[in-house]
């Protein structure tokens, strides 16, 4: 064996850092570790009582529950009906077995194209850039996915991107999880890195919760990826209420404006949380004010677990139609169901 040479010959370079020569974690880094992940903690800090909340354990724990204080300030103090706490609250209902309600309740695996690549529509492929989000929403149609397979991230990108090159089709590309801004800025662009090589390619879209929850994501470093991709961006958001929206989520929209992205707005009809007309005009002229465009009002995906969410179409077509008597053309989302096998959002 050869002797180690004497301390002070040893390279500097071969000392593993510390954690003082670590760069500092980003600040929304940080945010997103200090999320609440109790529902106890959850209900306490807002002055409610666990048992009146109907809170299950066994519902907690097969989707866990994980939201970021910011996004908890938002919510009213001592109201169990507060929209965006039942967006997160896991509660018994969760364990009913409801007919009509599966684990894949539109079509991803059966529209599988390469390893994290979904491909439902002509010309558009989707990227599960991750299974990771800064806040588990109750009502998820992904929520049963399959993350640990099923993730595009693997194996630099590799197979997601040789399937999207193999495909002229292919002109948009569109990223999500999960939420893929819970990946680090350098992986995102390493990601489009790899996507700009792609001739065919003229659109990216982001579908993204971070910006409303975890404003704090939308950082020098993010901004100034966004602004150097080579295609127009969408940028889709997703806000249910109102409510979702404050000072620091506005600031986040302006930044995203700033980086030349287009802001779109989706949300989900969800009983209890925004059907009414009042809850659904509020979030339109609340998301415009904000700079962000109404897009999509989706009826509930039917994922085991979320019934007790639903709202039927009936109901849901007289709210639409209220809706486009009450507002501008452009403030009226189009009101539409995701079904297996159709060539695009069905419209109701």
Partial sequence: MIPAAPLPLQPETALAPTPATLPPAPH????????????????????????????????????????????????????????????????????????????????????????????????????????????????????????????????AWSAAVKAIAADPTIDEVILSGGDPLSLATPKLAELTA?????????????????????????????????????????????????????????AAMARLRGAGVQLLNQAVLLRGVNDSVEALAGLSERSFAAGVLPYYLHQLDRVEGVAHFEVPDDEALSLHAALVARLSGYLVPKLVREVQGDTGKRPL
């Fill in 28 to 155: 929304w880094q940080r945010l997103w570790r200090e999320a609440v992940r109790d529902p106890r903690e959850l209900l306490a800090g807002l002055g409610l009582d666990a048992a009146a909340a109907g809170i299950s354990d066994a519902a907690a724990a097969s989707f866990p529950l994980r939201v970021p204080r910011g996004f908890i300030k938002r919510m009213r103090p001592g109201d169990l009906n507060d929209p965006l706490l039942r967006q997160v609250l896991p509660v018994g209902l969760e364990e009913r077995v409801v007919p009509g309600f599966g684990l894949d309740a539109v079509g991803d695996g059966a529209a599988k194209k390469a390893e994290g690549v979904i491909q439902k529509y002509r010309g558009r492929a989707l990227l599960v850039a991750t299974g990771s989000c800064a806040v588990h929403c109750r009502y998820c149609f992904r929520r049963h996915f399959p993350y640990a397979e099923e993730t595009a991230a693997r194996d």
């Fill in 194 to 250: 790899r996507l700009a090589g792609i001739a065919h390619l003229k659109r990216l879209r982001i579908h993204s919760r971070l910006p409303v929850v975890l404003p704090e994501r939308v950082d020098g470093e993010l901004l100034q990826w966004l602004s150097a991709l080579p295609w127009p961006v969408a940028f889709v958001i997703h806000a249910n209420h109102a409510n979702e929206f404050d000072a620091q989520v506005d």
